[in-house]
């Protein structure tokens, strides 16, 4: 039942907050508060139950699991599990969630009640999205987390929210549709094959098709996988989306939706059709480097500081891309590494972006920027902090998430390593180029002279603790996701015709990611 | 016939003696508030009375009528979704005063066409059932006398309509030239049976799909939609959505499902083009439109390229599938066309997008209403809609239609453009100077203070409820798809 609480919680919360709203404000900031604490309380429950890392031979890797009836009908099951994947990335919700709406409080100026009903219900479905293993469970979760995002960019979004809100919900309704017809094919498929129609992940694992039927059911899980990632050629919707959208959206966008499209190309895309999949791979690396290359070389041609970050979202997702396909145990650690520090660092990011804005009168123009240090020292620090986080710089979670993509990639193919490894250049051009045009020379432009609020100092302090965690001590993530990322790579292997090309101890069959240097 | 047949028909008998009854009331004393109290019970006990009949079916009443039950299951939807007009209506009119009271028993006259079209085995009985819906449609189209756009709107249907029935009896008579038969059965076994001429049996029943098609608005048989989806008054609007075009979807599945409309390439081909055309010109259309009403006949050329999809795919998922999608599809378009009728005014019809803009602070609920209509038509989670579109492919998939059902999916991300644009709207800002600032106008003497308000929770709470829980929804329409094989 745990399970559907945390999905739970932030609907309810969603709800009642709304309701309240009529009365007092404040009520409904606390219930927002509240409801997305108990999410990240309750992860981290069940994460200090596991704390000495998950022993696959009491447990096995589901560290819950919930299952009951919805449509028997058509197979359709109200399927829930969590193994260390999903849990880090619940965790990670919980956390985004706690940054969006304390970083809401002062900003949300009209309708808040249906704000912040709006932001909940969005974190609950993507709660859902990581925890559902029925496909159609899921293929639901996905297409609901869509409206609300839809409405807090259309409703409180910038100037050129209406654009930016229908482009966003129509790419990602058609990849998600084209989901759709994927999963149904999978499920026409196994039913023809076994008489079984199901939805069920683990019935659905392993279902022997035609190869060319697999390569076009797999092509339509990647893309509506990479659409929300997002990787290039589908992207579009990214810069406009996160820039019209308010400060709580951009912060729901980039550390939690890009993250649902890492997650469904790491349990479903390769893990359903592994030996399709695998055989792409090289395919989709050569995404994953373009989108390195072109995410970092477009985010320094911005002047608009939110549009400047979700470009370089692009090029860390490109990262993750590039993990998920090298598919060794090394790479997949990588890539959760980059998911959860690029969410943490990127919503920081983006709040900081707001708490700029709205010192000089709600611009994100760069121009109108320049040497803020002296005027608001505490946000200047907390800029460089995760400018340079973001940047890859050793000590900090972002570097080692990458570091590990590279060492995992390299295994299995040195070019596409080395190419991406240049994308480690481009990214300390634009970092800089934050830092330097935003807080160095000398103040040019009219600014309020406030400095951070003690709300906004507590909530950086916190997101820059986290960071640093996960760049010193990241042993205590990994032990915890490896059992799940060694299952995902037991299912692949299982359907491997033969050993894989790459040597042992890459697959993480034989040694640890920990006793590596 | 005997004793069975008339309790198997009861509840289409029901509907016409309640169609003369009101008739009579009115003669005696026209009374709006008494007509429209003597319909609801006429409408409620026909469904009533659908319980009595569900057990003897299948049974064939007459060479005309086979009640089995998926008449059974359509002739309740359509009463059910006439009853929900009609206390639109109640309202509807409560503002425009008048003589109202004999659209009632045209309503019903209508409801029992489309009940007829939905049982009939026969050609006699299909024609029958056709013109007792169109001509009641033609009347209550026009029914606004005084308001030019319905009295055009109603003559406009009239002409098409007219020629529509012309293709229709032209092809019956090619098929009864062919086969020698005017039932569906005979027409089953032409269609197997090498003697049977095939240029004028397939061209026959060409001339019926065109007939049909036109009544299902689909393109190129589309012209009339709009015009008449403005022109009629809004819950008549609704009815035309729901209940005309319901009932000739249903009677195309009985007909061309068994049929076996995949194996004859022309006729296949046919039903592909038209399902291409409405889907791509039916969105493509709706995105320039600045009118709800006419966005929402748009839009409704779109739905019927999609169920045509589904319908293609054959076999008992397309029956279920069409089923289901035209039981979600009643209950949005009811609910959509609710709001608009609920907020028409003493003259006009809330029609134009500006009427609707910053809706949502002004009318929350009705706003929500709607934005739960347009989501559900586009398919959106936690909505009915979506389990329809999920049928729709469902069933697309397992014909492996898959070059039709990624159209499908390349159309709808066109019509999400324009649902998107109203729910925009909706939401918009209510100091946006092209809004209208409309708001519900009270009625004179309101005689039916609730009745709307209470139709569109209906809705809204059975299009949440499916769109959550489908399960027993689901279960039904497998049993009753199963009485067509």
Redesign the interface.
């Known amino acids: 039942m745990i399970l559907v609480w945390l999905m739970l919680i932030p609907i309810i919360g969603g709800v009642l907050a709304w309701i309240f709203a009529r009365w007092s404000l404040r009520l409904t900031h606390w219930i927002s508060l509240a409801a997305m604490a108990a999410v990240l309380g309750l992860a981290l429950g069940i994460w200090g139950q596991h704390w000495d890392g998950v022993n696959l031979s009491s447990h096995g890797v589901w560290l819950l699991m919930l299952d009951k009836p919805w449509i028997p009908r058509l197979g359709i099951r109200f399927l829930l599990a969590m193994d260390g994947i999903s849990l880090l990335l619940v965790l990670l919700t919980g956390a985004v969630g706690l940054l969006a709406v304390a970083a809401s409080w002062y900003i949300v100026e009209k309708r808040e009640g249906f704000f912040y009903f709006m932001l909940l219900w969005s974190f609950g479905a993507i709660v859902g999205v990581f925890l559902a293993l029925d496909l159609f469970l899921f293929y639901f979760l996905w297409e609901l987390m869509i409206v609300p995002l839809y409405f807090l960019i259309a409703l409180w979004g910038n100037e050129n929210r209406r654009y930016a809100a229908i482009k966003f919900f129509i790419f990602t309704q058609v990849g998600g549709l084209f989901l759709l017809l994927a999963t149904l094919g999978l499920y026409f498929a196994h039913g023809r094959l076994t008489g079984v129609y199901t939805f069920d992940y683990f019935q659905l694992l392993g279902t022997t098709m035609a190869p060319a039927l697999a390569f076009w059911l797999m092509l339509g899980f990647f893309f509506a996988f990479i659409v929300k990632l997002p990787a290039v050629p589908v992207h579009p919707w990214l810069p406009d989306a996160h820039t019209q959208a308010p400060v709580a959206g951009s912060v729901d966008l980039a550390g939690l939706v890009l993250k649902v499209g890492a997650y469904g190309l790491l349990r479903f895309t390769i893990p359903l059709f592994p030996q399709t999949a695998l055989a792409f791979a090289p395919a989709a690396m050569v995404l994953a480097v373009i989108s390195i290359y072109y995410g970092a070389i477009l985010a320094f041609a911005q002047t608009d500081l939110k549009r400047l970050i979700a470009y370089t979202s692009i090029s860390h997702m490109g990262f993750v891309l590039l993990g998920i396909f090298a598919w060794n145990t090394l790479s997949l650690q990588g890539a959760l590494l980059i998911v959860i520090s690029h969410g943490i660092t990127t919503s920081a990011l983006f709040i900081l972006a707001g708490v700029i804005a709205r010192r000089i009168h709600e611009s994100r123009s760069m121009d109108r920027m320049g040497g803020f240090w002296p005027v608001m020292p505490h946000v200047a620090g907390s800029g460089s902090f995760f400018a340079i986080a973001a940047l890859g710089l050793p000590g900090f979670g972002n570097f080692i998430g990458e570091i590990l993509v590279l060492f995992g990639a390299f295994a299995v193919s040195p070019v596409f390593a080395i190419l991406a490894t240049g994308g480690f250049v481009l990214s300390v051009i634009y970092a800089l180029r934050i830092l330097q045009r935003v807080f160095f020379g000398p103040l040019t432009n009219p600014v309020e002279p406030r400095d951070m609020t003690g709300l906004e100092t507590v909530l950086m302090g916190a997101s820059m603790a986290v960071i640093l965690w996960l760049g010193l001590y990241p042993q205590s993530v990994l032990n915890r996701t490896e059992s799940a990322v060694l299952n995902l790579q037991r299912i692949v292997h299982r359907a491997m015709p033969t050993a894989p090309a790459t040597p042992a101890a890459f697959t993480g069959e034989k040694e640890a990611p920990h006793e590596l240097p | 016939m005997n004793y069975p047949d008339i309790i198997a028909l009861l509840p289409l008998i029901i509907t016409g003696v309640t169609a003369v009854l009101v008739l009579i009331e009115i003669g005696a004393f026209r009374n709006h508030r008494a007509t429209v109290v003597l319909t609801l019970i006429g409408l409620a006990l026909a469904f009533a009375a659908l319980a009595v009949s569900w057990p003897l079916a299948p049974r064939q009443v007459t060479p005309l009528l086979r009640i089995d039950r998926f008449a059974v299951f359509y002739i309740g939807l359509l009463l059910a979704a006439a009853f929900a007009v009609v206390m639109l209506s109640a309202r509807y009119w409560d503002r425009r005063g008048g003589r109202r009271e004999e659209s009632y028993p045209l309503l019903l006259l209508a409801v029992l066409g489309a009940g007829i079209l939905v049982a009939n085995t026969h050609f006699a009985s299909f024609f029958l059932g056709l013109e007792l819906l169109s001509v009641s449609l033609y009347a209550l189209i026009a029914y606004q006398y005084t308001r030019v756009q319905s009295v055009e709107a109603g003559i406009k249907y009239l002409v098409l309509a007219g020629m529509s029935s012309a293709f229709l009896l032209f092809g019956m008579a090619l098929a009864y030239a062919a086969t020698g038969t005017m039932s569906l059965a005979g027409l089953l076994a032409g269609a197997t049976n090498p003697a049977v001429p095939a240029l004028p049996f397939y061209g026959g029943l060409g001339l019926i799909i065109a007939g049909i098609s036109f009544k299902l608005a689909l393109v190129p048989f589309h012209f009339w939609t709009p015009d008449i989806y403005q022109g009629a008054p809004a819950p008549i609007t609704a009815f035309i959505a729901t209940v005309s075009k319901g009932a000739i979807f249903a009677l195309l599945l009985r007909y061309f499902i068994p049929l076996g409309v995949l194996h004859v390439t022309p006729l296949y081909l046919i039903f592909v083009i038209l399902s291409i055309l409405s889907m791509f010109i039916g969105n493509l259309l709706a995105l320039r439109e600045r009118n709800l009403k006419r966005l929402l006949a748009y839009s409704s050329i779109a739905h019927m390229g999609y169920l045509l999809v589904a319908f293609l795919a054959g076999g008992q998922l397309a029956v279920t599938a069409v089923t289901f999608y035209l039981l979600a599809y009643f209950i949005t378009t009811l609910g959509a066309f609710g709001v608009v009728s609920e907020l028409s005014g003493r003259e006009e019809d809330a029609e134009l997008l500006d009427d609707y803009r910053g809706l949502a602070w002004r009318h929350p609920w009705m706003a929500g209403v709607l934005t739960a209509s347009l ?1 559900s038509l586009a398919g ?3 909505t009915v809609g ?1 389990f329809g579109k ?1 049928y729709l ?2 069933a697309g ?2 014909a492996r239609l898959w070059f039709l ?2 159209l499908l ?2 159309s ?2 066109i019509g ?2 324009y649902y ?2 109203v ?2 709207a909706l ?1 918009g800002s209510p100091e946006d100077p092209l809004a209208t600032g409309l708001v519900i106008t009270p009625a004179h003497r309101p005689a039916f203070p609730y009745l709307g308000g209470i139709v569109l929770a209906a809705l809204a709470a059975l299009l949440l409820w499916l769109g959550l ?3 027993p929804a ?2 039904v329409i ?1 049993i009753i798809a199963r009485s067509l094989f």
């Open positions: 989501f959106i989670p936690l979506f999920f492919l469902a998939v397992d059902v990624i999916v390349i709808s991300a999400l453009v998107l644009r729910v925009f939401y829980y489908p399960a689901i279960r497998e």
